[in-house]
């Protein structure tokens, strides 16, 4: 009876033991995981923020090419205004 006791008990601590290791190979796996999708999301917003920089300087190009063409269209019809009005007063 005391033998039937003790490999109950020693079955008992074997369970334990072995949930025990489950547990913590969930949890270390869980942990892992959560630092792989961690790294991820960092790359993934460091990609985005990368998109957004370009876009920016892109439209900032826009920007700058509008307003030079805006000052050499307003530099052209002044001159042909120049122009016109020389021969008018002609």
């Known amino acids: 009876m005391i033998l039937e006791e003790e490999l109950e008990e020693l079955k008992k601590e074997l369970e334990d033991d072995e949930e025990l290791e489950e547990n913590e190979l ?3 796996l869980e942990m892992e995981l959560e630092e792989e999708l961690e790294e991820k999301l960092e790359e993934e917003f460091e990609k985005l923020k990368e998109e957004k920089l370009e876009e920016l300087k892109k439209d900032e190009e826009l920007e700058e090419l509008e307003e030079e063409l805006e000052k050499e269209l307003e530099g052209e019809l002044e001159e042909e205004l120049e122009g016109e ?3 008018l007063e002609e």
């Open 26 to 28: 969930k949890e270390e």
């Open 85 to 87: 009005e020389k021969e």
